[in-house]
T-cell receptor
Framework: EPEVTQTPSHQVTQMGQEVILRCVPI?????FYWYRQILGQKVEFLVS????????KSEIFDDQFSVERPDGSNFTLKIRSTKLEDSAMYFC????????????FGPGTRLTVL | GNSVTQMEGPVTLSEEAFLTINCTYT??????LFWYVQYPGEGLQLLLK?????DKGSNKGFEATYRKETTSFHLEKGSVQVSDSAVYFC???????????FGQGTRLTINP
């Protein structure tokens, strides 16, 4: 069964460094998403991406964050100048189309900012 | 704004017990409602969903009914198994929106 994959599973970085989290969505899907879960808190939506542009974003998704689909298979989340409060589990998801379609999630990348 | 509230965890039950995990929501209009499950080391998987009032979603012996009058979508299973041990997330998606709004998750442990 097709699945969303994410790498790395755990990333440790120093405060102020840039990180790139990588995702490979399901191959025929057109919509891509990033969510995050800070330890002990709810899973929060960050951004959705379609047709090479952001289609929806939350107030969390400020200039520190960017997303990109650099080739036909990868979808990345870049966090510039990481802060301690960026430590969280980051989930990538994809759906075939928008609207009522199911979002399929990857296993997550745990980001630890020291 | 839109929000989802789940019952506090963790929940620990014995095998074959009856399970209820409460979920209530706040939203304008008629959102779609979802239950996702996360097994250890895996991503969130859709367990079931309902898209309009009085719809019942079901899968793997789990059920949840969309109750607009009580703004609830409680998850139930008549006889749980050890393999049901996981974290369960209730979520909504507002009509026309793409983002899912999640509850805080409920960790369920089933003992043999």
């Amino acid at each position: 069964e097709p699945e969303v994959t994410q790498t790395p599973s755990h990333q440790v970085t120093q405060m102020g460094q840039e990180v790139i989290l990588r995702c490979v969505p399901i191959s025929n899907h057109l919509y891509f998403y990033w969510y995050r879960q800070i330890l002990g808190q709810k899973v929060e939506f960050l951004v959705s991406f379609y047709n090479n542009e952001i289609s929806e974003k939350s107030e969390i998704f400020d200039d520190q964050f960017s997303v990109e689909r650099p080739d036909g298979s990868n979808f990345t989340l870049k966090i510039r100048s990481t802060k301690l409060e960026d430590s969280a589990m980051y989930f990538c998801a994809s759906s075939e189309t928008s609207g009522r379609d199911t979002q399929y999630f990857g296993p997550g990348t745990r980001l630890t900012v020291l | 704004g839109n929000s989802v509230t789940q019952m506090e965890g963790p929940v620990t039950l014995s095998e074959e017990a009856f399970l209820t995990i409460n979920c209530t929501y706040t939203a304008t209009g008629y959102p779609s409602l979802f239950w996702y499950v996360q097994y250890p080391g895996e991503g969130l998987q859709l367990l079931l969903k309902a898209t309009k009032a009085d719809d019942k979603g079901s899968n793997k012996g789990f059920e949840a009914t969309y109750r607009k009058e009580t703004t609830s979508f409680h998850l139930e299973k008549g006889s749980v198994q050890v393999s049901d041990s996981a974290v369960y997330f209730c979520a909504l998606r507002k009509m026309g929106a793409q983002k899912l709004v999640f509850g805080q998750g409920t960790r369920l442990t089933i003992n043999p």
